[in-house]
């Protein structure tokens, strides 16, 4: 907003603004590179170059690699990570169709698909990688709905459902068997949604 | 049998012996390059230079990459294959547990567990891999329990129940998701067994 209402409004405030486009430039490359190519093969020189920039520099705004991996997987589910506070805010009997309806949306579209499938896939395959996934998950959208249930293995209850989840996603998207590869999402939500329910609520 | 039996009974059944034996170390060094490097990273040549054959020779036994991986896979999961006739065999209304405590059999036990990370690492990353992926499960283990259940959606069916399977797997296993990753099998088949029965058989 500062940056076209008042530019050049002194030499701290320009770096400043230039900082924080170097920064977002960066962050957008790193997305793309660790997307196309996957966690193991990405690496910092790769997106500096990309970036237009010097190595050191990404080192300093992200720090390690792992660092940068988080914070482009944190921008990709910004989005996903604010529809969170619908699914867990709502009444309780109703989380099991909220969470599977929100997850289902992010596998949906092809906007979120793209970047879902290369943490899974970067996951799968790198150590590294699954900590950041495991880090997030656990974080950003499993430990929200364990603290809205009133149970003692809450944390059990909610990584059954997301298992559930997880496992669809993969039969569906990542592996793509038939007929659930093909199937209408509202067949699967209608029966997928009770079973996470169960697991979260069930006695 | 024949081999220290009745030795050198004649060229041809010679030869015949000696063929089992090089298809047989081909295959066994297969299973180790495609379990300790994953699908894309394992090559004909390679496999053909461990096994101190040449590459064609490879290719004359077992054709293709893709149906060498499948070669692999198949004779990697050959016990489970048959506990599957265990499974699918026995009364209904316990058939969610049988295989739920199949499957959990299968990755809790190393043996088996390592070429099972494997074959889930290569179909994530690799789309020939995922088909002999998805060619083996429908075939070998889904298609059989479809036969079982008597209902028009048997397929999405089994499919959902084989996705808890599979999500479990991968936060358990491959993800390593606490406390699911640590929890005592006993405790998580109580609560998978029924999900799996009930996605193959609730109304």
């Known amino acids: 907003m500062t940056d076209t209402a008042a530019p050049r409004r002194g030499r701290g405030r320009r770096t400043r603004s230039e900082s924080a486009d170097t920064r977002a430039r ?7 590179e660790f997307s196309e ?3 193991e093969k990405t690496s910092v020189r790769g997106i500096a170059k990309a970036a237009g ?5 990404v080192h300093h705004y992200f720090g390690t ?5 988080e914070a482009a997987v944190e921008v990709a589910f910004a989005p996903a990570f604010r529809a969170r506070d619908t699914v867990v805010d709502g009444p309780l009997d109703g989380v099991g169709e909220r969470l599977t309806r929100m997850i289902f949306g992010l596998w949906e579209n092809p906007v979120t698909r ?3 499938l290369a943490i899974v896939r970067s996951a799968v395959n790198n150590e590294s990688a699954a900590a950041v996934f495991r880090k997030l998950i656990s974080a950003q959208l499993l430990r929200r709905i364990v603290e809205q249930l009133d149970l003692p293995d809450a944390d059990l209850r909610t990584e059954l459902a997301a298992a559930q989840l997880v496992g669809v996603a993969m039969m569906r998207y990542v ?3 038939e007929p659930i590869a093909s199937a209408d999402p509202e067949q699967i939500i209608a029966r997928v949604a009770p079973v996470v329910q169960g697991h979260l609520t069930n006695p």
């Open 26 to 32: 960066i962050l957008a490359v790193a997305r793309e």
């Open 37 to 39: 190519r996957g966690y």
């Open 53 to 57: 920039v010097d190595s050191a520099l």
């Open 65 to 69: 690699k792992e660092q940068i991996f």
């Open 114 to 116: 793209a970047p879902l």
């Open 175 to 177: 592996i793509k068997i």
